[in-house]
C-alpha cells in the first residue's frame, strides 16, 4: 500500500492520529525535504527510514518504489506542509500506482474534493471545485457554462441517487473527458471508479461522491473547420458516420446530438 499522507501546515500538533500511527507503521517514508519532514519525526519519535523524493527525482525513483510495493511494503509519501500532488510532489508516483493496479490511499486529509482530487490520479497542476449542481436544468446549463474555459481538473459533489441524471449534464457541457467517481473518502470500502463521460460505470449507489473530471486537452486543430467539415474528415478517413460524429463530438468538447443535428444529410 502507498500512503499520501497529509501533513501540517505550521503547528505539528494538527497532524492526525491515522497519519501518525501510518508513519511509525510503515517500512519507508518518502519526503520532499528530509530535513523537514525529520523534525515532524522527532516531534512523535516516529524511527522509520526516510528518503528524499521531490520533483527533481520523482521520476527517476519511480521504478524502484513500484517494484517495493509490488514485493508488499507500506510506503508512506509526504511532502513539506500540506497534501501531495497539490502543487506538490506525487502525481507523477500516483499514477504510475495505478498503472501496476497497486493499492493507494490518502490519510489525514479533512476536506473530501481535495482527497477526492488526489485519488483520481489526474494532473493537479491547477483545479476547480464546483460543489453540487443547481437543481433546475435551465439554471445547470448555465452553471457549468462557467466551468468550459477551465483547462484544469474540475471537481464537483453529487448525490448518489441523482448520479445517472447528472452524467447527462456533465457530459453535454464538457464531451468526453476522463472521469473519477471517488466514493467513501478515508472509510473502509473506499472506492475510485474510472470512467469516460458518456458512458455510465458500475457504481453502488451509497455513500457520498465527488466526481473528478480530468482537464481538457489542448483544442483540436479540426476544431477550426465548421462541424459539417469536421464530420467529412473523419468519413474520408474510412470511418463510418456514426463514429465520424462521436469523434468530433469528442474533439469539440460537445455531446453526440449536436453534431448530429447539423449533418443529419450527410
Known sequence: MLYLV???????????????????????ILAEDTRRSAILCAEYEITAPMESY????????????IRRLSCGEEIALVTDAGTPCISDPGNVLVQSVIENDLPYTLV??????VSAAVL???????????GFLPEKNSAREKFLETFKSFSGCLAFYVSPHSFKKDLQCFYSAFGARRAALVREISKKFEECVRF???????FTEKGEYVLVLE?????????????????????????????????AASDRGVAKSEIYKETIDL
Open 6 to 28: 497529509c501533513t501540517p501546515l505550521g503547528n505539528l500538533k494538527d497532524i492526525t492520529l491515522r497519519a501518525l500511527e501510518v508513519l511509525k507503521s510503515v517500512s519507508l
Open 54 to 65: 521531490q520533483k527533481f527525482n520523482e521520476k527517476s525513483k519511480c521504478a524502484e518504489i
Open 108 to 113: 489525514g486529509s479533512s476536506c473530501a474534493f
Open 120 to 130: 483520481s490520479g489526474f494532473d493537479l497542476r491547477s483545479l476547480a471545485f464546483g
Open 196 to 202: 469516460t463521460l458518456g458512458d455510465v460505470p458500475e
Open 215 to 247: 482537464g481538457k486537452e489542448r483544442e483540436c486543430e479540426l476544431n477550426s473547420l465548421s462541424v459539417r467539415e469536421h464530420v467529412r474528415h473523419y468519413m474520408s478517413c474510412g470511418l463510418d458516420k456514426k463514429e465520424a460524429v462521436k469523434k
